[in-house]
């Protein structure tokens, strides 16, 4: 939530702002949000956390019991996942996006 509020507002100063041209051709077709606000839109769309990669390890295999370990490796985290049935599955999970590799 806290994210979508820095970003709304960031883009909201950066595009908001009118264009002071005297004439047509000063207008550029396309103005470029300050770096400060690129800076803070990267930082906004950084990675997952661990205990959220834990949580979607767990929602995405079937019979999960718990996670016991939670390693990062490069663009992904590694969860190690106990089934029911007692065995253990390592499950990818992406840290970007959260998707299960």
């Not at 047509?24 to 990669?53: K, N």
């Not at 939670?70 to 998707?99: E, H, M, P, T, W």
Request: cysteine-free.
């Amino acid at each position: 939530m806290k994210r979508l509020v820095v970003i709304s507002a960031m883009l909201l100063s950066a595009f908001a702002a009118p264009a002071a041209a005297s004439s047509p051709v000063d207008v550029p077709e396309f103005r470029r949000a300050p770096v400060t606000a690129q800076l803070y839109v990267r930082e906004a769309r950084r990675a997952i956390s661990p205990s959220e990669a834990k949580r979607i390890a767990l929602r995405s295999v079937r019979g999960a019991r718990e996670a016991v370990d939670i390693r990062r490796k490069g663009d992904f985290y590694v969860v190690r996942v106990i089934l029911s049935n007692g065995q253990v599955r390592d499950i990818k999970v992406d840290a970007n996006s959260g998707r299960v590799r």
